[in-house]
């Protein structure tokens, strides 16, 4: 069954010519949380090798910006309005970087997995720092009312890290995509409405 579904989006990714099977993903919450609309300016980080980045252009259209930033190297889109940027998201020179291309965000997206050790605590801590990085870039970036979207393995820290969610943004909300393997740890908060900066 597991191995199935890993198949079926595969599949269908490559039928339909995503970069990755993570595509659905994007889709399928999309779809029901509407995070990203037409004409929006969208952060992306941990965007290779760029499946949410095809989807999120299709969903902006000609209008929004994109800044889709990943360490490692992404095959560019070859479009006008999407910017791919090679930089780790926790240093200060890639924010300044991507701020000089999107300087207000409609949307922070991130779908940043750190490296997989295998050992769930391990992997689930690593997320948190990485998560954490994540609403700092939203503090710095999003306009108010903006949305913002994450992916985060689970883990015993995962209610701190939604209190955080929580005191900036008027909705919360998390949720498995179907695309997601279920034995997988990852599970998405979607958040909308960005209030305040938290103190
Ligand atoms: C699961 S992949 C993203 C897949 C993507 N959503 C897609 O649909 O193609 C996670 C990515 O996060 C990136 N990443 C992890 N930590 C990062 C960091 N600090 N800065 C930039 N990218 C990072 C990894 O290099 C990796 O490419």
Redesign the pocket.
Known sequence: MRDKKRDYYYKKAKDEEY??R??YK?KQLNKKFRIIKKGYNVVE?????????QVAREIVGEEGKIVA????RMKSLRCENVTEIQ????RED?IEEIKRIVPIADVVIS????DISGVWNIDHFKSIE?CE?VIGISDKLLRPGGNLLFKVFQGESIEDLRAEVNKRFRYVKSSKPKASRSRSAEIYIIARGFIVKAK
């Open positions: 970069r990755s993570a595509s994007l980080l941990g965007s290779a090798p760029g499946g949410w980045t930033v990943d360490i490692s930089g780790d998201f926790t890639t779908d940043a997995s750190p990485l990085n």
